[in-house]
């Protein structure tokens, strides 16, 4: 759903709640290979298991973490190698790539 901005231009949801970015790369300790379990507050959607040996899973369930997951998720949920070595494909909302990209440049040259 699209809403009318300050001076008429348009924005969304996704451009304007608060995205949670990690403090560092190195702290994202999340699993690199088998199967997460999302808990219900990230994967309300309904699909709850991802595979990570899976490239659409691991896009998947990053792109959630990215979006709708705090830090501590993020911590817990996302490798901080496979984020910048997947990155490409990865494909979160525009506002939070922007986050991620300005506070980890080298995200801007994982592809």
Known sequence: MCM???GGAP???A???PYEVAGSLSELQGPEH???VL???LAWGGRTEFDLDD???RSAVYKIVLEEGGAEHQRQL???RLLVEHWDE???ARPVRALWERRFPQLRHAA
Do not use: W
């Open 55 to 57: 490239d659409y899973d």
């Open 4 to 6: 009318e901005g300050h």
């Open 39 to 41: 808990p219900l507050e």
């Open 90 to 92: 990865i494909l979160p």
């Open 34 to 36: 088998g199967v997460v």
């Open 15 to 17: 451009e304007t709640r």
């Open 11 to 13: 924005f969304s949801y």
């Open 78 to 80: 996302i490798n901080g």
